[in-house]
Structures are given as structure tokens and as C-alpha cells.
Nanobody
Framework: QVQLVETGGGSVQTGGSLRLSCAASAYSHSSNCVGWFRQAPGKEREGVGIIRVGDGSTSYADSVKGRFTISQDNAKDTVYLQMNSLRPEDTAMYYC???????????????WGQGTQVTVSS
């Protein structure tokens, strides 16, 4: 069983930065990918970006490309989401998830963290 814990959320003003962390108890051999997702009130959960655990390659949603960066520290079993140039529309609960398939499709991920709130004020 993989347990994921997100930390690092908070409140910032427009243009500010935050770094979220996703610490895993251990990534199983079936968890090829770690994805970051977010969900704003009244909206569906959407993919922010993913990192392939094996080679560290990443991909991002168009809405965050150039502003957000995902990285990993394999020694700590931790994945990071660095968020720069934050905008009010980035306000959401942010989740990390691990699964066998690298995609932005929520059902592809079988392990989820509890989420951490990010609020960006104008």
C-alpha cells in the first residue's frame, strides 16, 4: 500500500510562488507515474502535470506550462510541484497521485494523497 502526503499549500498573492511536496511511504513497482491534480469548488478534478518516475520526464497542462515545474528526489521518495507566477485561477485543492499509467486521466491513478489547499488572491 502506497501512502501519499502533500504539504506546502497556503495563501499567496498574484505573482507569488509556492512549492508543494508529495511524500510517499514507498512507490510500488507499479507506480510508473506521479501526477499532480487540482480541483476548484464546483469544478472537476483536472490534471496539472505528471512525472515519469523512471526517467524523470515531465509533461504539463497548457494552463500551467512555463509556470509550474515538477521534480523528484528519489532518495526521499518525494515529488515536488514548484508553482511560480501564481494566478487567482490557480486556486484549488491540489492532490498528488501515483499509478501505473502516465496520463492526466483520474482513473489511471490508484493512490491519492489527502490534498493541500492553494489560495491565490488578487
Amino acid at each position: 500500500q502506497v501512502q501519499l502526503v502533500e504539504t506546502g499549500g497556503g495563501s499567496v498573492q498574484t505573482g507569488g510562488s509556492l512549492r508543494l511536496s508529495c511524500a510517499a511511504s514507498a512507490y510500488s513497482h507499479s507506480s510508473n507515474c506521479v501526477g499532480w491534480f487540482r480541483q476548484a469548488p464546483g469544478k472537476e478534478r483536472e490534471g496539472v502535470g505528471i512525472i515519469r518516475v523512471g526517467d524523470g520526464s515531465t509533461s504539463y497542462a497548457d494552463s500551467v506550462k512555463g509556470r509550474f515545474t515538477i521534480s523528484q528526489d528519489n532518495a526521499k521518495d518525494t515529488v515536488y510541484l514548484q508553482m511560480n507566477s501564481l494566478r487567482p485561477e490557480d486556486t484549488a485543492m491540489y492532490y498528488c497521485a501515483a499509478g501505473p499509467r502516465c496520463s492526466d486521466y483520474v482513473p489511471d491513478y490508484n493512490y491519492w494523497g489527502q490534498g493541500t489547499q492553494v489560495t491565490v488572491s488578487s
